[in-house]
């Protein structure tokens, strides 16, 4: 362990007391009034493996939804898209691809989450029809580095909610910033979620999410700005998550270990100062290779993420990260 740890004790402890002098805020005045709860989902494996904390990592194609300005670490192309399982039978899916052009890093992303719901004009077994609902968005992400240790980035959203009566349209932003200090082993990062409108009377479920990582790695480090992930033998992740609109605090803090660059093993936990069902443990694996052959040149990583539930059933994340 290097002793910058200790700074990064300190910090998280820091972070732990953010939600809980939040709540005291009149954070209930809004409860309920925002839309287009499917921008909620966390997408990945791997963040979500770590018990929802990647403000301050955002060293992979994951950042795009977490925190965009975390993107400069692409260093040619990237691509991830996840399935997620979950209880009643909804499926959330995500996509998200990013490309590096010199400097600047730009990418595209997609978020969405569908169910089927079952029409019946009386007590019937069999439903009369059945009708697809739900909602998503798709984005337009643009990085670029700010000196050696600090990078800013912007995503824009176009939003589609569709329900049984009802279509609802709305535009939304994310913007963020993170810090790369002590030589690339600490981060911190800082974003603004889903800030926008909606067609209805509805407001988008804004968020600040603030995050720190600190990483350490064992192989001598080049000269270039970014450090890639095969180097990385420990992440240390905290994010305080502050929604603005109607929800309450949380904070989420994981760690993740990889083994040979190979083989990662990710735990996390959560705690929610309200009764949200994804409060508690998560746990994930990852498995990395470079292609053989044909695909030469090509890196492929899959992860997985568990959340249990008791109350509304186990969580599954299965998702796959391409580098070419």
């Known amino acids: 362990m290097h002793k910058s740890m200790v700074i990064v004790v300190v910090i998280l402890c820091a ?10 805020d009149n954070i209930h005045d809004s409860a309920g009034t925002a839309g287009a709860a499917f921008l909620k989902i966390e997408p990945g494996s791997r963040p979500v493996g770590m018990g929802g904390a990647f403000a301050g990592l955002a060293n992979d194609i994951n950042t795009i939804f977490w925190n965009p300005a975390g993107l400069t670490t692409v260093q040619t192309r990237e691509l991830t898209a996840m399935q997620h399982f979950s209880f009643v039978d909804i499926n959330n899916q995500s996509i998200g691809y990013a490309q590096r052009a010199n400097q600047l890093v730009w990418g595209a992303s997609f978020l969405g989450s569908f169910t089927e719901i ?18 998503f ?7 670029y580095p700010l000196g050696s240790m600090a990078s800013i980035g912007g995503t824009a959203k176009l939003i589609s909610q569709q329900l049984d009566i009802q279509n609802i349209y709305g535009i939304g932003a994310d913007i963020g910033v993170i810090l790369r200090l002590i030589d690339n082993h600490l981060g911190i990062g800082l974003t603004v979620q889903n800030a926008g409108v909606l067609s209805g009377e ?19 480090q080049s000269d270039t700005e970014e450090v890639m992930l095969p180097q ?20 989420h803090l994981g760690i993740e270990r990889w083994f040979y660059s190979s083989v990662a093993a990710r735990v996390g936990y959560r705690v929610g100062l ?15 290779r470079s292609g053989m052959d044909s695909l030469a040149g090509i890196d492929f990583q899959f992860d997985y993420a568990f959340v249990p539930d008791a109350y509304v059933g186990n969580s599954h994340r299965i998702s796959v990260i391409t580098r070419f």
């Open 15 to 24: 972070l732990w007391c953010i939600p809980y002098s939040y709540a005291n």
């Open 118 to 135: 079952e029409r019946r004009i009386g007590p019937t077994e069999t439903p009369d029809s059945t009708v697809t609902v739900g909602g």
């Open 137 to 143: 968005a798709t984005g337009l992400s643009l990085a």
């Open 202 to 220: 509805e407001n988008l479920p804004m968020a600040l999410r603030a995050g720190l990582a600190y990483r350490i790695w064992d192989e001598p």
């Open 232 to 251: 990385d033998v420990w992440a240390l992740v905290a994010d305080a998550y502050l929604p603005l609109i109607d929800a309450n605090p949380s904070f």
């Open 274 to 288: 309200n009764e949200n069902p994804n409060d508690g443990l998560s746990i994930g694996l990852g498995v990395r």
